[in-house]
């Protein structure tokens, strides 16, 4: 058996230049939007905008239609995913990746009231009437519940719903998920979406080495972290021989494909502005190659952060009325004249993406 490339101790800067690099944050990437939701294995997607936000901090020249036109097209889905969160990934991987994931959401499900309220319901009938009312006609949990109140008046169908939505590989569809305008949470079967059978499960060491040449390196908690899988650690010892081998400052073993980005840890890194929960900063167990000591908690579970120096700086969020965009930048602490100065830069094109009507401003908190 081969052995591992060994290549010594990285510090968290080094981490931090390799993770940007592959996120597409130390430079915009020339790149197809379904391209980049490929690479990145999807995207947080919780708040219908944030992909787009997400995109347009990675990839030179991104405008809204395009990713507006994945979704009408049935090319791109947003669909629970990795660590049951509500992800964005091409219909391909929604096939492959569900099936992968959904141990990890069954056990979710596990400690939810919902499962303990349907402990002892026959729930096999009750899961077919759901699946075949959201194949013929997408439609809100709410109005799910009316149908399973009708057909079945003995089960919660409050807490049937939500074991449905569990289980059952399920897409939201547009106008949810757009830009210039939304919807209800409206759910069909991936099915039904996509005319295609949820596939067989993708490889574990496939989805490992894809984890790795957009997060690496990395370690198997930290791929644990970011998937919600657990038992990861045989998927590396099978891997490890194609492997290089590092190390962090706290001595923690990390992985990597041997022809993967590392740039310099002394590379600039531009300011960024990131979606709420992206997962360039959930998708490990150790953050602290993107989030310093000392840093703030968010003000609010919706909060979106802003890197300056590569490292999350501070808080971001937008106000619209009456005609006028504001971004609203709170820092964690004292910033030097460049890093104002080219954070509000950054700011304004942000702005400008986001609201090219509106009158524009960009200030820091009081």
């Known amino acids: 058996m081969a052995k591992p490339l060994h290549a010594g101790v990285l510090s968290s800067r080094a981490l931090n230049r390799a993770l940007l690099a592959r996120q597409m944050l130390l430079e915009r990437a020339a790149m197809p939007a379904l391209e980049a939701i490929e690479h990145l294995i999807g995207m947080q997607a919780q708040v219908p905008s944030d992909p787009y936000f997400g995109l347009w901090s990675r990839l030179a020249g991104f405008r809204p239609p395009e990713l507006e036109g994945l979704i009408e097209g049935r090319k791109a889905v947003r669909m629970t995913a990795m660590r049951g969160t509500l992800h964005l990934m091409s219909a391909p991987d929604a096939l492959t990746l569900r099936p992968l994931v959904q141990p990890s959401i069954t056990r979710l499900l596990a400690g939810t009231p919902f499962a303990r309220e349907t402990k002892g319901v026959d729930l096999a009938p009750v899961m077919a009437t759901a699946r075949a009312a959201v194949a013929k006609t997408p439609m809100t949990l709410a109005a799910l519940r009316k149908v399973i109140a009708a057909e079945h008046p003995g089960a919660p169908a409050h807490a049937v719903s939500y074991v449905f939505q569990y289980s059952e590989p399920l897409v939201q569809v547009p106008p949810r998920g757009l830009w210039e305008k939304s919807g209800a949470p409206k759910l069909t079967t991936a099915r039904a979406w996509l005319g295609r059978d949820i596939k067989a499960r993708s490889s574990a060491d496939a989805i490992v080495l894809r984890y790795l040449r957009a997060f690496g390196p990395a370690s198997v908690m930290d791929a644990q972290a970011w998937s919600g899988l657990t038992q990861l650690a045989p998927v590396f010892e099978r891997l490890r021989p194609k492997l290089m081998t590092f190390r962090d400052g706290g001595g ?9 980005l590392r740039p310099d840890e002394d590379t600039p890194a531009p300011p960024r502005f990131l979606p709420t929960y992206d997962n360039a900063v959930l998708g490990f167990a150790n953050r602290a190659r993107i989030v310093p000591d000392g840093a703030r908690a968010p003000p609010d579970p919706w909060a979106k952060a802003f890197l300056i120096d590569g490292f ?10 009456k005609g006028r965009a504001t971004l609203t930048l709170e820092p964690f602490g004292r910033l030097g004249r460049r890093e104002r100065d080219t954070l509000m830069a950054e700011g304004e094109r942000l702005l400008e993406f986001t609201a090219p009507e509106a009158k524009q401003s960009v200030k820091f908190a009081s």
């Open 252 to 260: 923690r073993e990390l992985f990597d494909l041997a022809d993967a």
């Open 312 to 321: 999350v700086a501070g808080y971001w969020k937008i106000a619209e009325a």
